[in-house]
C-alpha cells in the first residue's frame, strides 16, 4: 500500500501564498502521476495541477500562473506553491499518486491523502 499525507494548509489572507506538501510511503515501487485536487461542498472533486509520467505538467485553468506543482523524487514528496491566492481558491486540498508498490509493481493504483484545508480570507 502507498500512504499519502498533505500538510501546509491554513488561513490566508487573499493575495498570500501557501505551499502545501504531500509526502508518499509505504511499498513504492514507482510513482507515476502526482497531483492535487480540490474541493468545495457540492462540488466535484476537481484538478489543480498534476505532474504526468514524471514529466509533463497540466494546471487548472483558473490556477495557471499562480500555482506551480514540483517534486522531489528522492524523498517521494511533491509540493503545491500556491501564490497570489483569491477566495475562490478555498477548498480542501487533495493529493493524488497513481503508484505501483513493490509487491505488485505490473499494477498501477490510484491513492488519495485525507486532505488539508486552505481558507483565504481577510
Known amino acids: 500500500q502507498v500512504q499519502l499525507v498533505e500538510s501546509g494548509g491554513g488561513l490566508v489572507q487573499p493575495g498570500g501564498s501557501l505551499r502545501l506538501s504531500c509526502a508518499a510511503s509505504g511499498s513504492i515501487f514507482s510513482i507515476y502521476n502526482m497531483g492535487w485536487y480540490r474541493q468545495v461542498p457540492g462540488k466535484q472533486r476537481e484538478l489543480v495541477a498534476a505532474i504526468i509520467n514524471g514529466v509533463f505538467t497540466n494546471y487548472a485553468d483558473s490556477v495557471k500562473g499562480r500555482f506551480t506543482i514540483s517534486r522531489d523524487n528522492a524523498k517521494n514528496t511533491w509540493y503545491l506553491q500556491m501564490n497570489s491566492l483569491k477566495s475562490e481558491d478555498t477548498a480542501v486540498y487533495y493529493c493524488?499518486?497513481?503508484?505501483?508498490?513493490?509487491?505488485?509493481?505490473?499494477?498501477?493504483?490510484?491513492?488519495w491523502g485525507q486532505g488539508t484545508q486552505v481558507t483565504v480570507s481577510s
Open positions: 493524488n499518486a497513481v503508484a505501483a508498490t513493490d509487491s505488485n509493481p505490473y499494477y498501477r493504483g490510484e491513492y
